[in-house]
């Protein structure tokens, strides 16, 4: 199956947002990602506005010519932002004010009832739901028992494991729970810490459809430009 990449651009706002200035602008980021081949654009619009803006939404909105897809807490707050700007697909993720950046996925189990509602609002809108979650098969049905309509697996342990041993490990979770989601009808994303040097065993993965980078591209593009940055994580992608 042909994976999607999904660029994130929060970290052009994040720069941005450094010097509260108009540049560099994540809405004109976006469009260089899609013309290098991106077949989706996402951001994370956290409730403190830390980098992308209701104004990025906004435009990103009416400018996205793939897929749009928003990040965001699991609250009624959020719901209605998602209401206003129906992008594609809205991935809930768990959200600290304190976290650099999104810390494990969303404890679906323990949140279920809450969830289910959530998911049934915004479905009612005609968005599609994703649930960022850990790569844990209680995890994985508790999504499907909330009615989701995907889940995104957090990579970051297996990004992150040093040994080769445990990297393994990690990457056996992520196997596990892709098939377990795809068993039961759900689209399976995978995201968190990915980078040049650790995609492609993620990338083999068949049952996952959608890989969600930001970070590793953004850093990436500093040094060689956007567009080639997206085309060089296209090609590892690729590699099978």
Do not use: W
């Not at 976290?99 to 996925?105: D, I, R, S, V, Y």
């Amino acid at each position: 199956m042909a994976q999607r990449l999904g660029v994130n651009v929060d970290h052009v706002a994040t720069l941005r947002q450094a010097r509260r200035v108009s540049y560099p602008d994540p809405v004109t980021a976006a469009m260089l990602a899609e013309l290098a081949g991106a077949e989706q654009i996402t951001i994370h619009l956290r409730e403190d506005r830390r980098h992308i803006q209701d104004r990025d939404l906004r435009i990103l909105r009416d400018t996205v010519q793939t897929v749009l897809n928003l990040e965001m807490a699991a609250s009624a707050e959020m719901v209605k932002v998602a209401y206003e700007f129906k992008p594609d697909t809205v991935t809930l993720v768990p959200e600290r004010r304190e976290e650099l950046t999104t810390e494990g996925g969303l404890d679906v189990s323990s949140q279920r009832d809450q969830l289910t509602k959530l998911i049934k609002n915004l479905k009612d809108g005609d968005i599609v739901v994703s649930l960022f979650i850990d790569p844990d098969l209680d995890q994985i049905r508790a999504s499907h028992r909330c009615n989701a309509d995907r889940v995104e697996l957090h990579t970051g342990r297996y990004c992150e494991a040093r040994k080769e041993k445990d990297k393994q490990k990690e990457l056996s979770r992520i196997v596990d729970a892709a098939k377990a989601a795809a068993k039961l009808g759900l689209g399976v994303a995978a995201g968190h810490g990915l980078n040049y040097e650790n995609v492609r065993p993620i990338a083999r993965i068949q049952e996952i459809d959608e890989l969600n980078i930001g970070h590793a591209i953004v850093a990436r593009a500093v040094l060689v430009g956007l567009e080639r940055a997206v085309r060089e994580m296209l090609q590892l992608m690729g590699e099978k």
